[in-house]
């Protein structure tokens, strides 16, 4: 924003229920202006939020309180003031994480994240939403494979398609809102317009939990993805309290998803990947996945 900046996350300080929503919208300065909390009596929850035509903003996220069960992908439209104007969710029964939302060439939105299959053999599938401006679904695919997979995080590409980066896991189960895996590798895959798979690539090193959080494009055409790579069952001892290790792992590809680069960086792992005025890019991340720990900022050529 040119007056200021958005802030969108989580609390659960405020608002109805155990987590919500959040938006902030503060000054050039940073000095807050107003914040609001969307959701009810469940675990509600935004990772993105884009500017609308219209003044507005438009969010996106995951809720258990809304929607068909479990936990479905949400958007919420909102005023200039952050005032809700709808909000809408996509799902079924079981649970669909959400993990990343972009605005089309069309002024609609592409929705990724993860879906399971069945609550018994909680096989997991990343699944894509297209929309509207008025959030009205188009369509929707799941993107199967012999693995379990998941998307996050999806960007448009200059042929009218789009490059979804994640994780492609040998063994993998839901817990609530959190994806639980084992063996995993960092995971690309080109879809066209309507959301066929082209192809799909997958990085990374035997026995040992990679996963791509972001993707961005490169000026010469290809993908650079950045993530994390840790040791085997990693994703568990976080959860009890155990001390992992993990490094920043970036993939350079080429057009078609051929690796030209990759390289490992400090403790810790990547959140977000942009690219920077002078072709290069700033990635941003922490030393620990949760819990107490200092940012990462890391600027590549």
Request: hydrophobic fraction near 30%; include cysteine.
């Amino acid at each position: 924003m040119n007056d200021g900046y958005l802030i969108t996350g989580l609390t659960r300080s405020f608002g109805a229920g155990d987590y919500d929503a959040w938006l902030i919208k503060t000054d050039i300065n940073g000095n807050e202006q107003w914040n609001k909390t969307y959701g009810g009596t469940g675990y509600d929850f935004c990772w993105n939020v884009f500017n609308t035509t219209d003044g507005g903003y438009i969010m996106g996220g995951g809720t258990n309180t809304y929607g068909a069960g479990n936990f479905d992908y949400w958007m919420i439209k909102t005023d200039a003031a952050g005032n809700e104007i709808w909000n809408k969710t996509f799902g079924g029964s079981d649970s669909e994480l959400f993990r990343g939302m972009r605005e089309t060439d069309d002024d609609g939105y592409i929705l990724v994240g993860f879906v399971t299959s069945t609550k018994i053999s909680q096989k997991v599938y990343c699944w894509l939403v297209k929309t509207d401006a008025d959030g009205n679904k188009l369509w929707d695919k799941k993107i199967e494979t012999t693995e379990s997979s998941g998307g996050t995080c999806i960007q448009q590409t200059s042929d009218g398609g789009y490059i979804v980066s994640g994780e492609k896991v040998a063994l993998s189960f839901v817990l609530g809102p959190i994806f639980f895996y084992f063996g995993g590798d960092m995971w690309l895959v080109k879809i066209d317009a309507d959301g066929n798979t082209t192809w799909e690539k997958s990085y990374g090193g035997k026995l040992l939990e990679d996963s791509a959080r972001c993707v961005e494009l490169t000026d010469e055409g290809g993908y650079i993805l950045a993530g994390f790579t840790k040791g085997f069952g990693s994703s568990i001892k976080q959860k009890m309290g155990l001390p992992i290790f993990s490094k920043i792992y970036v993939v350079e590809t080429d057009a078609n998803g051929t690796k030209i680069d990759e390289k490992e960086y400090s403790r810790g792992l990547c959140w977000y990947i942009d690219r920077t005025s002078d072709g290069g890019q700033i990635i941003t991340g922490g030393t620990k996945p949760y819990g107490e720990c200092d940012i990462i900022l890391i600027k590549l050529d």
